[in-house]
């Protein structure tokens, strides 16, 4: 089986030292990148730890997909403790990031300890060095990779970095790179944050020792020749249907559909799209870079994710506004989704939807943790009872787009998810709306056996993306006989390491008290508990939501 190469440097930010250490026995077994940084985490983490302590760790990732010039693999993950859902979680970012991290010339890099003053760390082939740089407390994201562009000669694609709210631990603070690319859910910016490290560089010569097969231009040139909306509008080609749907979370999530989707939809953001984006090698070329020539806004997106939090959950219909947000969360250091939600939360609590320049002060003061900030940097599950609305969560994450109450697959996948309400955890929208051939197809209502076990299967395939790294786009090209020839492994077995990850996630989280009690939805859905109950049963988990003793020592 194909797996990154290379040793684990461990940084210790506290005594600013570091060291070495080969780990080829979990590469062989977890591939690269979310399978390894979470197997190195639920090894070295404290079961314990706080996820602002300096007992605990971040770990930056990648997979031997770095080896390849195929679309679709410009990606990295970073896994920890999250401070939003108090859980193990893998944030997957794009961008160039990744090939870069894989020149330094290590399959894995360990972030730990805690540093007295703020710094950056740059990480080279050569080496590490560590930098102080207490004139960049409280930088905006441009500001940092600025100043490590003009003194390092480093581009931003070289660069992960939090702004200030990651300094001032909000907890859905994100860590960016290549500056509009973004390690978004679940607050692991606040942690680099708490560990005093402002920014992290990767740079060298160093070439990864992996042969990919053929195949891969195979993938190449469907990306690059396929005719899809995505190259023209990105994720928020959905807006639309899920509009039509009665899938779009609007008014704080009190209704399903928009009557201003027309002004935040893909033909609004295509209007502002100024050049094509992508990721590093991606031929596809999803991402939207886009601009407003009368208000100046520039930035990179709004996603369709953005686009509901922003726009339709805070009764905005104006796509320049939801691009402001946008930007500013992006320079802030914050995750669009969670961002959105919390500040529609707040919206609702003060009768204020859709007021513009409020949403602006707002973001300003959560990044800032000034004012009503303070209370809305702990995201909706902690600030809700102040505020006097519902409870939009699940494990203590704000809901993207594709409403559950209308996508009842997507809904019991938001539930089973270790790391809450995330939609790229299964992306089992995908198959309901259906973005995919009616054979692959499911009725949008209900949550029978066959939904249960397309949801494992589904949850062991992205987390196999994660570990490759391969992105969620490529799932009209990525085949299982693709996957098989690319990673040189039956496919069933490639699944089965996917499936360890999730088990590993799931074990560390029950030791911190995780259990059934967690995996619950804010909303009824026909069918529920049956279909957790056979969730569980396919898992190999007990009724209570919990991996048996000896599950991982079996695996
Ligand atoms: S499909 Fe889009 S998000 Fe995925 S790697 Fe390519 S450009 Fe990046």
Redesign the pocket.
Known sequence: MLHMKGPLRRIDVGDRTTTTEPIDDILEEFIGGRGVGTALAHDRIPFDADPFGAETSLFFTTGPMQASQM?????MSCTGLSPLTDGLLSSNA??FLSRNFTAAGNAAVQLTGASDVPLIVHVRDDGVQFETVPHLAGALVPTVTDYIEAEHGLEAEHVACIGPAGENRVRFASIMTSES?AFGRGGLGAVMGAKNVKAITFDGDETLDVTIPDLQMDVHRE?ATADHI?KRQ?TTSMTDLGNELEALPTRYFSERSFEGAEGINGDAVESKKYKK???????????LPTRDEETGIETEGPEYETVMAFGSNCAIDDIVDVMRSNEQCDQLGLDTISCGDTVAAYLHSVDAFGDADLIEETIEKIAAREGIGDLLAEGVDRAHAELGVDNWTVKGMEFPAHDGRTLNGQGLAYATANRGADHMYSTFYAYEYPLVTADKAFPPEGVDADKVAKLVTLENMRALEDCGVV????RDMMTPERFAGLFEADFETLLSVGGRVIDLERHFNNQRGFDRADDTLPYPVDGFEAALDRYYVTRGWTDAGVVPDGQLAAE
């Open positions: 679309s679709f693999t410009g990606r794009g961008g690319r990306a995505m990105g984006g992508t990721c590093s090698a991606c031929a596809f070329a999803c991402k992105c969620r786009f490529s």
